[in-house]
């Protein structure tokens, strides 16, 4: 079978389990995740109307799938077709909360993940390198002064019996504007591992909380 004939039944049963799910209803169902914090947490965000609120999910296709979609696998085995991914955001003037929520993959396997400067794309590598609040001047970056989960933005989780996992991320900074754009799940915990999969995600900055000057 040739890799576009693939990529056609691939995305063929991604909108069948869609259409099958129901309009808003499957993709918006919470997953029954375990909790796992990814790494060490800043303190937590301001609560209340000094956040701006922002969730995105999808379901992951593979790249050239019929249905296309923000979020892409590149290993059918450990991120399969039609399994979900939803990031939530919490952005103030003084800090930043991620949680990623993912349901569908394989079940009880570690995995890690990471907020990434690029946009998913057909190769992997086009989601660029991880965010780094304070940017390693030698890239790609391997120092583990730069490297680490105070520095970026790390979601670990390790899936339940069902292949769900929920992760949550607090940063007393916040994303630079138009730098962060995705998050790459990876075959292994810590700082690297192959990229599986990537969702796209349009993260906010300080300057999109409310009260931010203009």
Known sequence: MGAGTAGLLAGAALAALVTGAGAGSGVTAEPAAAAVTGGPVAPPTDGGPKDRRLR??????????????????????????????????????????????????????????????????????????????????????????????RNEVWLDFTTDTEGAARAVARHAWGFRPGEAASVVIHGEQG????????????????????????
């Open 191 to 214: 700082g690297s591992g192959a990229r599986l999969g990537c969702f796209s995600v349009p993260f906010a900055s300080p300057d999109d909380a409310p009260g931010a000057r203009g």
């Open 56 to 149: 995105d999910e999808a379901r992951f296709a593979p790249v050239g799938a019929f249905v296309p979609s923000e979020a892409v696998t590149y290993d059918l085995d450990l991120v399969p077709a039609g399994a979900w991914i939803r990031v939530d955001q919490a952005v103030s003037r003084t800090g930043t909360t991620v949680v990623a929520e993912v349901r569908g993959l394989r079940p009880g396997r570690a995995y890690g993940a990471h907020v990434h400067t690029g946009v998913c794309g057909a190769d992997p590598q086009d989601a660029e390198g991880h965010y780094q609040h304070k940017a390693d001047p030698v890239q790609p970056s391997t120092d583990p002064a730069y490297v680490n989960p």
